[in-house]
């Protein structure tokens, strides 16, 4: 009776059996076909497409999230991922013909590209269905057996992917293990070939330390505080609004590519909020509490979280804007606060909610220093007409990505690569970069038999020598004159 109560465990020991059966299918060379890779991305496309409503539900649950965020953000991006694959990947997938040197004449040498074996990702909860698929797909067209540890944090989303999964993939190769600490922990003691997490720096840290007991390569997407800088010289109305929907039309703030705060001009700051307000009203309302166009947060703990930045003495007096909360429906309303002082909880970690703190400067130029002297963000905007500005931001501030003059879309371009730099992360994804994150580029010389000169062989002499140095340095004048004994400065 006792046994039967117990509640079913994902320990050591199911990790490891998971483990070995992705292998044994890995080492059947089933993975690696164009074929079964195609096979598997068209199951997935099919799999969103057939189950949109029940994704939109999941995520109403897991998040309020609205469902034109859902059909946009997850569901549409993910299926533009698997469109790019289906068609790339026959491309992607050839060997590479290079150029070899003079040293190996002859020869001829091509990089060939090889899928890594068997990779675990483990994801996020606030995009729960892009950022766990969009690496699986790139794992699998690569040529991967994969294991996906969804977020506990998003129980519906995590659920239905299970179920899903198990229905339209192929199980022998495609597996979802769901769970929490315990869960994740069991799996990440296993020697993986790569691991993709997503998620905050402080399980990155425990992620790239399990990982390096097994030497094991890691990518790790991560977050941060990214700054908006905001100049006087722009289409004002435009510049809030894109502010706006990436900050709060992003999963509330809880995006990590959202604005996390904003550095603008002492003078310009009084028209910036001003439009941010307008704005804010005209999206959501003069109650946005009740707004069904904006996610909520996701759970009690970040509720607690995000309301302790808001509550934090320093910063009090700074609120122009919202500071709404309603803890029962776990809800803040869009916040703005100004001028909060650098030393405040709310300017010390990633704010990861619906609270931005704009901070001023006497000149824009000094934002550089400002965004330079915090950790790398994952991501850093700016909102100019001015050509120089936008030069100097690009050449002069260090981040994961950038974009100008709007919020979040570079991640939707499939030829730029997206990932961090520093704490924001380390490795990329996103269109080929995805299929790159899962590949080993194996390189591969080939020579005949013929061209066996005794120069490389021993007995050594003075001449062999300096016709081997010639050689290695590849010019085609200093080998014939190593060969014709001339001698040589090098
Ligand atoms: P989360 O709480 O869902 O955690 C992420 C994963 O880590 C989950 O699968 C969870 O089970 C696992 N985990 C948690 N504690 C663990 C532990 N002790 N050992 C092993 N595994 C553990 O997500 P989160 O961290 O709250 O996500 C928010 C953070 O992720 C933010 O910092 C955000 O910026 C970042 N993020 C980055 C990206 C990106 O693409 N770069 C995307 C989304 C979120």
């Known amino acids: 009776m006792e046994s039967l109560q117990k509640k079913v465990v994902f320990d050591g020991e199911a990790a490891s059996m998971v483990m070995k059966e992705l292998r044994g299918s890995f080492r059947s060379g089933k993975t690696r076909s164009y074929e079964w890779r195609v096979s598997q991305v068209k199951a997935l496309l099919k799999m969103v497409t057939d189950n949109e409503k029940q994704i939109i539900d999941a995520l109403l649950s897991d998040l309020a999230k609205p469902p034109l965020e859902t059909v946009v953000y997850e569901i549409g991006m993910f299926k533009n991922s698997c469109e790019v694959i289906l ?20 020869s001829s040498a091509e990089i060939v590209p090889e899928p890594l074996g068997v990779v675990l990702v483990i994801s996020a909860w ?45 199980n022998s190769c495609v597996r979802v293990v769901e769970g929490a600490v315990d869960e994740t922990s069991a799996l990440l003691d296993q020697k993986w070939d790569k691991i993709f997490y997503t998620g905050n720096g402080r399980v990155g840290r425990i992620v790239m330390t399990a990982a390096a007991k097994h030497l094991t ?80 947060i996701v759970n009690h703990n970040h509720f607690a979280r995000v309301a302790k930045l808001l509550d934090d003495e320093k910063v009090s007096d700074k609120i122009i804007h919202g500071g709404e909360k309603d803890e029962s429906k776990l809800r803040i309303s869009p916040t703005l606060l100004l001028d909060v002082p650098h030393d405040s909880l709310i ?28 950790t790398k963000p994952l991501a850093a905007y700016i909102f ?30 499939p030829t730029l690569p997206f990932g961090g730099v520093g704490d924001s992360g380390t490795g990329s994804y996103h269109g080929r970069f995805s299929f790159e994150a899962f590949t080993h580029k194996k390189a591969v010389l080939y020579r005949g038999f013929g061209g066996d000169a005794s120069l490389r062989y021993p007995p050594y002499t003075e001449t062999k020598q300096r016709v081997m140095k010639a050689l290695v340095s590849g010019g085609i004048l200093s080998i014939i004159g190593a060969l014709l004994g001339w001698s040589s400065k090098a």
Not at 236 to 255: D, H, M, P, T, Y
């Open 126 to 170: 606030n995009y729960p269905i892009l950022l766990s698929l969009d690496p699986v797909v790139g794992a699998i067209a690569a040529g991967n057996a994969v294991v996906l540890k969804p977020s506990e944090i998003a129980p519906a989303t995590s659920s239905l992917m299970a179920k899903l999964l198990a229905e339209y993939m192929d």
């Open 217 to 296: 390569p890691v990518v790790l997407e991560l977050g941060g505080k990214c700054p908006a800088v905001v100049d006087s010289d722009v289409n004002l109305q435009v510049a809030a609004r894109r502010l706006i929907s990436g900050k709060w039309g992003l999963n509330n703030g809880q995006a990590c590519v959202s604005p996390d705060y904003v550095i603008t001009t002492k003078d310009f700051a009084p028209k910036l909020v001003e439009s941010l307000k307008t704005e804010l009203e005209n999206f959501f309302g003069k109650n946005p509490l009740e707004s069904k166009d904006i996610s909520r």
């Open 347 to 374: 300017m010390g970690e990633e704010i990861f909610g619906p609270l931005l703190p704009i901070i001023t400067v006497n000149k824009l130029e000094e934002s550089f220093d400002l965004i330079n002297s915090r």
């Open 87 to 106: 068609k790339e990947l026959k491309q992607w997938m050839k060997p590479e013909k290079v150029k070899t040197s003079i040293s190996t004449f002859p």
């Open 384 to 413: 100019t007409n001015n050509k120089k500005l936008k030069e100097q931001f690009v050449k002069n501030v260090s981040a994961g990505g950038m974009l100008v003059n709007d919020i979040a879309l570079h991640l939707i371009v």
